[in-house]
């Protein structure tokens, strides 16, 4: 029976034992948690000129250089594919058959129009004409006088000097479908 009496007091002991380390190793994490607590609550401000002095230039340069050999390479290889190669990039608006007549129709009401405008301005050229020999008249008429020559006029012409709006016809580039 002793041997039951000192299994109960060394199991007893034991229990007594893992109690008081597992209080301390309550308070060991309590202890820690706080510390961290503590810790996070301080903020630290990162000191810029004691980084600045360890800040190598010669990899800035470098890196610098190889960032804008970067963006060069990659402009480039853009541009010549929006260049040469526009189909992978860009829709074939040729496909598209309602886009492809409008902007036909578009392109051939505009040269239209840009017909009727050389008409107009050609028809009120002798309009124009008209009207400032009439001002010249009745200004000529208010003097006395007998008519002054205009600035427009050049000695020995009869009439003002013609001026002339030219209007550039814009042709629409002719695109044809690549096979």
């Known amino acids: 029976m002793k041997r039951n009496g000192e299994l109960e007091l060394r199991e007893a002991g034991t229990c007594t034992a893992h109690r008081n380390l597992r209080g301390q190793m309550e308070k060991l994490v309590l202890v820690l948690l706080l510390a961290m607590a503590s810790s996070a609550r301080r903020s630290r401000e990162w000191d810029y000129r004691s980084e600045a002095k360890k800040v190598n230039m010669r990899g800035c340069a470098n890196l610098t250089n190889v960032l804008d050999n970067w963006k060069f390479a990659i402009t ?40 009727r405008l050389i008409e107009l301005t050609n028809k009120f050229e002798g309009v124009e004409l008209f009207v400032d020999e009439l001002k010249a008249a009745r200004h000529a008429t208010r003097i006395g006088e007998r008519r002054v020559q205009s600035t427009h006029e050049k000695p020995g012409n009869d009439g003002p000097r013609r001026t002339r709006v030219v209007v550039r016809k814009v042709k629409k580039p002719v695109s044809r479908p690549s096979t």
């Open 76 to 115: 480039t290889q853009i541009k010549d594919m929006l260049l040469y190669d526009h189909q992978t990039v860009l829709p074939d608006y040729g496909r598209i058959h309602t886009l492809s007549e409008a902007l036909d129709d578009l392109y051939k009401e505009f040269n239209a129009l840009k017909e």
